[in-house]
């Protein structure tokens, strides 16, 4: 997400009125639990089509959506804001002389998706003279009429508003009680009801939801004027309310009594573990600089695939249509040829956009392309990128990888990057049996600060938590660490890899790209990893 | 629909202040019309357009909020979005901190509106790109860019009587020069309300000679160095610093303006004392609207002033709590400096490293705003009042805080593109001693 968009997203209007305008037009919760009528959606979608045909169109597609989020926003023990914003609206592509076209309109009537129709095929016709060559696809059978749903157990848009002020209340209580300074703690909430159609027969009706309940504990030393923040240690994931049920099955004690979160989330209980880990950071000893070996949790090293692994084998990156924006990349084609030494052998990363509970998870792209898993780097070699129906040619595929989205019906869709994750490891091994063989390192756990070049070669990356391991055990937390890699260099180091009882998701709910910028939602998956001989920095400065 | 006039606006504003029978209440209207055209690979690759408006209405009951918002300006869905906005109060909880609609206020137009940007068609956008990409083909380089433009106004009026209205432009290009063999990278950005101050034939010259220019890098060791930063490189870290210019984190201990034993550290030398920035709607350059987001109206503001701590951002309900009166939080970022330009800059150093642009600037450390992020699209080794080499890019990790006590010299300030942060800024090139580079980048 563009930090400009992120600001405005806190930000409040004249007269203190929340400005909703980038995710649609404020409405009243009980309108989140309704949807369109299927037939009313199709009949739109062949008007569409058939007024791209007639115009010229030798290709269309047409995406009707409806795009709902709740946001409930809390601080200490005041509810600062519940707000439930609608996007609707019609998206149609077409191609036509071989250039792609796109128009939207919110009209959700026949007569206003045949004009913008008409519209996204006049300018696929102005736009093909310029165009170098002809847009290819990979070829995709129709489907028909078919439906999928995420699958939830408790839709977050029907759970009444006060008991979601409740829960959050009793979050901050519980951290404000134990000893927090300052809580803030979200609810952020999220349904896409979308309907894809081509002229490639389908008609697909698919209902996405999401939940994030991001928060984040402050401690103060007012003498001093010290103070530290520490973030929740959940993940923004592909499921319903269930989500926050915290069931026990679900969680991971770690060696040193660090809970963390997999498939369900405690979001009291880790309240109060980061008022008091809050407070630890606060007189934490400070890193020495030097190498050490990293153990990474899961919730801290999906950022570092995302950065390092995730975007570098975007093929629209790779091929420089994100040079202005997102940027290119260094694994470029001729690397995919030559199986790039990406990672030692054990590095196993797969795309996969069909996973349970994680935030890409959906039956069809936005192409109408049915998704799957596929292979990215294999035994720490490349082989293979992400790409869409007019990319898979380039790479000499016969099909998509079944990664297209885009975040509003009014957007058009593009290649984004699918779930990307890190297989665990074969052979049995714990956390606590990968740190007893670690003699000088550290124990990183949570996001924290994140920032890599633009080919995605250097890349440093802060975290929530930290702890000292010596001779294979954890002795103290640590402060002020960040670790600054070089990517290839940085995935040949990893030489330990726990098994898959150890396995949890990370996950962003605004990774951003293209302009105008577009966000979605990723996750990434792995276990405890460990890379040997990192280079750390400390990260303590004085004002003096 | 998209852009309304102030009479029609003032219109729908009254009507709907009038039907709500709420406590108080507040309507604002906002219409948009944006344009777009996006190229890649010396071609366009995608174009635009959009028109938005939109009514959002906010009535309180004692201290219980509703907001709602629509699309539609006839009677019954007027009465209508009132009515939502009314049940939704009723229901919401109290919000402790609720402020009560400002008093009716005099605003001075400020200058963000220009016909010229206004004006801009499809056929501008294309010509744009076009002037570009046969620029670069020309010299057997490689344009990526993004013109955005667009026409916007906000009108407000709530039932004490307030009122305002205001039209504002933007013009926003960024293109990205690359050679062919990927070893030179230069970029240029321009950010303006006045379309008639953008010449896309001089900015792409500026891209291309730093893709030329930027090839064949050398490595030097990561360090400390003077370096001359230039406008956008300097704004992405100051404009960074500036979202935590707010009171209120300040006075609760969580902010690099906490002071140690509680307060905030106004009136305090936190800068080396070449260091000015003020706030000024009025700007003819980079202005800002004359009210604040909450109405309160702005004025000319010292914000830093000789590295002293002036101003910092208030909101009402913080104001009152701290018993100061409400100022209008700031809308733009002016820093002051000199006359020189950056080439001018680099022609009285001795031995130092010349940043194009910063990129990919992410908080560290929000104790003392220590940043990271690299440079790109130019990084050169300057020595004896010349640009030697070409440099391979470094990341930093520095925190503007300290930055602005290192200042050698300040050139003349531009307005450069906000990449960091909402508000327009103008920054002008500096020179500053012991910038810290951690690591080396191979990316160009």
């Known amino acids: 997400m563009h930090r400009r968009d992120f600001l405005a997203f806190g930000a409040m209007g004249v007269g203190g009125i929340i400005l909703p305008s980038m995710f649609g037009k404020v409405i009243a919760a009980e309108e989140l639990n309704s949807a369109i009528d299927v037939a009313v959606k199709k009949a739109l979608a062949d008007a569409a089509m058939n007024a791209a045909k007639s115009a010229g169109a030798s290709y269309c597609d047409v995406r009707v959506g409806r795009y709902l989020r709740q946001f409930v926003i809390t601080r200490e023990r005041n509810v600062e804001n519940v707000v439930n914003t609608e996007s609707s609206g019609v998206g149609i592509r077409v191609l036509a002389d071989g250039a792609w076209g796109f128009a939207a309109t919110n009209a959700m009537t026949t007569d206003a998706v045949a004009k913008a129709a008409q519209q996204a095929v006049a300018i696929a016709k102005a736009n093909a003279p310029t165009q170098t060559a002809p847009v290819q696809l990979a070829p995709v059978k129709g489907v028909g009429e078919v439906s999928w749903r995420t699958p939830i157990a408790k839709n977050s848009m029907t759970v009444p508003i006060k008991d979601k002020v409740d829960l959050l209340m009793g979050v901050n209580a519980a951290a404000m009680d134990a000893g927090a300074d300052f809580i803030s703690s979200i609810l952020f909430l999220v349904n896409e009801q979308k309907y894809f159609a081509s002229t490639d027969g389908s008609y697909i009706d698919q209902d996405v939801h999401r939940i994030w309940a991001p928060m984040e504990v402050t401690a103060v030393d007012k003498k001093t004027g010290k103070f530290r923040v520490r973030d929740g240690l959940s993940a923004p994931m592909g499921l319903g309310f269930e989500y926050l049920d915290g069931r026990a099955a679900d969680k991971t004690v770690g060696p040193n009594g660090i809970i963390s979160y997999g498939m369900s989330y405690d979001m009291k209980e880790d309240a109060i573990a980061a008022t008091k880990q809050a407070r630890e950071k606060l007189t934490a000893k400070s890193v020495k600089p030097g190498k050490y070996d990293l153990v990474l949790d899961p919730n801290h090293l999906g950022l570092t695939i995302h950065e390092t692994v995730g975007h570098p084998l975007e093929l629209d990156r790779v091929l420089g249509y994100e040079a202005n924006y997102a940027g290119t990349s260094f694994a470029t084609m001729d690397k995919l040829k030559a199986n790039f030494q990406y990672g030692s052998d054990k ?125 294979g055990k954890i002795t103290q937390p640590l402060e002020d660490v960040a670790y600054q890699i070089r990517t290839p260099e940085f995935w040949a180091a990893c030489s330990a890899i726990c098994d898959s009882s150890d396995y949890r998701m990370f996950g962003s709910f605004f990774d951003g790209k293209g302009q105008p910028s577009q966000v979605s939602a990723v996750s990434h998956g792995s276990s405890t990893t460990r890379f040997d001989g990192i280079n750390v920095i400390n990260t303590a400065r004085s004002l003096g | 629909m998209g852009i309304f006039t102030e009479a029609q606006a003032k219109d729908i504003l009254t009507k709907v202040v009038a039907m709500s029978k709420a406590d108080e209440c507040t309507a604002q209207l906002t219409g948009q019309i944006q344009g777009n055209v996006r190229f890649a690979l010396n071609n366009v690759s995608t174009a635009g357009l959009t028109d938005d408006t939109d009514l959002q209405v906010q009535v309180a009951y004692g201290k219980r909020v509703g907001i ?33 609609a400002v008093d009716k206020q005099v605003y001075k137009t400020s200058p963000t509106f220009s016909e010229a940007t206004a004006a801009i068609t499809p056929v501008y956008r294309a010509k744009v790109a076009a002037a570009s990409i046969t620029a670069c083909k020309a010299q057997n380089l490689i344009a990526a860019g993004f013109l955005e433009d667009g026409q916007s106004f906000v009108a407000f009026a709530n039932s004490k009587g307030n009122f305002g209205y205001q039209r504002s432009t933007v013009l926003d290009y960024t293109c990205t020069v690359r050679t062919q063999d990927g070893r030179g990278s230069g970029w240029v950005g321009t950010d303006t309300q006045d379309a008639t101050r953008f010449k896309v034939e001089d900015d792409i010259q500026i891209a291309m000679r730093k893709a030329s220019a930027s090839s064949e890098a050398r490595a030097l060791e990561p360090g400390k160095y003077t370096v001359i930063l230039e406008p956008m490189a300097a704004a992405g870290l100051i404009g960074f610093m500036f979202n935590f210019f707010g009171a209120r984190e300040a006075d609760e201990g969580r902010s690099f303006l906490s002071k140690a034993g509680g307060g905030n550290k106004i009136g305090q030398q936190v800068f080396g004392p070449q260091v000015n920035f003020y706030t000024d709607p009025w700007d ?72 194009t642009r910063t990129w990919y600037i992410r908080m560290v450390d929000p104790q003392t705003v220590l940043l990271t992020g690299l440079t790109r699209d130019g990084t050169f080794y300057i020595e004896n009042g010349q640009i030697k080499y070409p440099i391979k890019n470094f990341r930093f990790n520095e925190s503007p805080v300290i930055m602005l006590n290192n200042v050698e010299e300040l050139g003349k300030p531009v307005r450069v593109p906000p990449d960091e942060v909402s508000m327009n800024i103008m920054v002008p090139p500096m020179k500053l001693r012991d910038f810290t580079f951690t690591s080396l980048s191979d990316a160009v």
């Open chain 2, 284 to 355: 003819p350059v980079a202005p800002s609207l004359p009210w604040d987001e909450e109405g309160v109206p702005r004025k000319r503001m010292d914000l830093v002033k000789d590295g002293k701590v002036v101003a910092l951002d208030y909101s009402r309900y913080w104001a009152q709590k701290q018993g100061k009166a409400p100022v209008g939080q700031m809308g733009n970022i002016l820093m002051t400096g000199g006359t020189k330009s950056t080439a001018e800059l680099v022609r009285s150093t001795q031995r130092g490293v010349l940043v």
């Open chain 2, 68 to 100: 709602a918002t629509i699309n539609q300006f006839d009677d019954a869905s007027l009465e209508r979005v009132v009515r939502r906005a009314e049940e939704l109060a009723k229901l919401a909880p109290e919000n402790p901190e609720f402020m009560p």
């Open chain 1, 347 to 471: 590095v196993n990363i797969v795309a996969d956009k069909t996973q349970p509970g994680s935030l890409g998870a959906v039956a069809y792209d936005d192409e109408g392309v049915k998704t799957k898993k596929w292979d990215l780097i294999r035994n720490g070699k490349l082989v293979g990128y992400q790409a869409t129906r007019d990319q898979a040619h380039i790479e000499g595929k016969s099909e998509s990888d079944g990664c297209s989205y885009a975040d509003s019906w009014s957007n058009v869709q593009f290649q984004r990057m699918a779930n990307i994750s890190l297989e665990p490891g074969k052979d049995k091994m714990s956390v606590a049996d990968m740190i007893s063989n670690v003699e000088d390192g550290i124990y990183i756990l949570g996001r924290g600060s994140f920032s890599i070049d633009q080919q995605r070669y250097n890349a440093q990356f802060g975290g929530t938590l930290f702890y000292e391991i010596k001779n």
